[in-house]
């Protein structure tokens, strides 16, 4: 069937996660009796056999994590800051117009943007982290009992888990180097319907590629033939290419989402959704029926790293950190197929001819290393190919990182001798 033994595992986990199959310790797994689990049915993120928390010999190169650069100290002085300045705003709820004055800070995170001058506090709408702008957005643009969200045949798993919690349908739809192909949506919209549509045109993720200017004209002309709305995820940050963004392009549809959790820190869960041109109201109106609004406490943090201007100074700096460890990656593997852009924070390795993704993850587990494999980041009816994503960890010493990197290059440098089972 050309399917490989961890993709049938993971089928059989799912499965069971959703109600639909019985596993039971000594007998095997069954049709289950019970109807379907309501609700979320898998996690964000798969928890390892080997915990890295747990065990030192092991190095996680799953998701990536920030070194600390001096964001302890700034997130210290900032909290001080705000501890200094606590009044009546402290006891009441938060207001669509409570926090107008981090919005206004938060102008300055796109400062870098020169195509995105023309935004003010009221395009922006603030989120806990670029997952909770998602669903924001999807909460804001769909109708109806079973909404269609197009997204890239490889991305972002959250994409599905949103759509999942919004009773929506998701299509996978082709990519190639520069993610999204324009026809394939056209012809998926054609088959399929659709309200939206999810790309990260910058930095996709897991591939790395970035999308050209005809490209993204391309699927703005699409999405527009076919009225649908546009996520644009900036959730990685890029570097500035100079490449003008979707919501630039298309003002009108598109909604743009960024976070600090890939360059800040992920532990304050802060996101910012730019929402198109007189549609700001209307998200934090959603924001609002979801969550009232994010903490007094947060929003004056990240108004003081914002005004001080170190929210993109640590920015910076722990792209220069992550950009050294690249190197690091690719004197070592640079003779594989890799897709990588200087200062991202994850590689894309396609595997050499021979290997299956899922062999490979759990023999690098074996011996400490853990990654991802591409099946983690494939829709429901798309097709994972046999190559794995590693991430940048930031949260281990060099030597550590440059030892994990080199038992990947030994692994790769032999063929597996036995099938996993």
Not at 120 to 132: E, I, K, P, S
Not at 165 to 191: F, H, K, Q, S, T
Not at 258 to 281: D, H, N, Q, W, Y
């Amino acid at each position: 069937m050309g399917v490989t033994p961890g993709t049938i595992a993971r089928g059989y986990q799912i499965a069971t996660q959703e109600g639909l199959l019985q596993a039971v310790v000594g007998r095997g797994t069954f049709v289950s009796t019970q109807s379907r689990r309501m609700g979320p049915t898998e996690t964000l993120y798969t928890m390892a056999s080997r915990d890295p928390a747990l065990d030192e010999n092991v190095v996680d190169l799953r998701s990536p994590q920030l070194p600390d650069i001096g964001q302890s100290e700034a997130l210290k002085r900032a909290m001080i800051a705000a501890a200094d300045d606590i009044g009546w705003h402290y006891l009441e709820y938060p207001g669509l117009k409570r926090d107008e004055y981090c919005r206004q800070a938060a102008l300055n995170w796109f400062s870098e943007y020169t195509d995105f001058d023309a935004i003010t506090a009221d395009d922006l709408v603030l989120t806990h982290g670029g997952q909770n702008g998602i669903n924001v957005v999807m909460q804001c643009c769909l109708r109806g009992e079973r909404p269609v969200i197009h997204a890239e045949a490889l991305a972002y798993p959250g994409f599905r888990h949103a759509a999942r919690l919004n009773r929506a349908e998701i299509r996978a739809v082709a990519i190639d180097d520069e993610g999204m192909i324009p026809e394939a949506l056209d012809a998926a919209c054609r088959r399929h319907g659709g309200q939206l549509v999810c790309v990260t045109p910058d930095a996709q993720n897991p591939t790395a590629g970035r999308m050209g200017m005809a490209r993204r004209h391309a699927l703005v002309e699409v999405a527009r033939r076919h009225d649908l709305q546009i996520i644009e995820d900036d959730c990685y940050t890029a570097p500035v290419t100079g490449l003008a963004s979707l919501r630039t392009l298309a003002p009108e549809r598109c909604w743009h989402i960024t976070s600090l959790s890939k360059s800040i820190s992920a532990g304050m869960r802060f996101g910012i959704v730019v929402a198109p041109e007189g549609m700001g109201e209307a998200g934090r109106l959603t924001a609002q029926h979801s969550y009232f609004g994010l903490s007094r406490p947060v929003t004056d943090i990240m108004a003081g790293l914002f005004d001080s201007g170190e929210a993109l100074d640590l920015k910076h700096r722990a792209q220069a950190e992550m950009g050294r460890r690249l190197q690091m990656l690719l004197q070592a593997l640079g003779d594989q197929e890799l897709g990588w852009q200087s200062g991202l924070s994850f590689v894309w390795l396609t595997l050499p001819l021979g290997w299956r993704a899922s062999a490979f993850v759990r023999m690098a587990e074996a011996e400490g290393v853990l990654l991802r494999a591409a099946d983690e980041y494939v829709l429901q009816d798309g097709q994972a190919p046999n190559a794995v994503r590693i991430a940048l960890s930031g949260g281990v010493s060099e030597e550590r990182f440059r030892q994990a990197i080199e038992t990947l290059k030994r692994l790769l440098e032999r063929m597996p001798d036995h099938l996993l089972v």
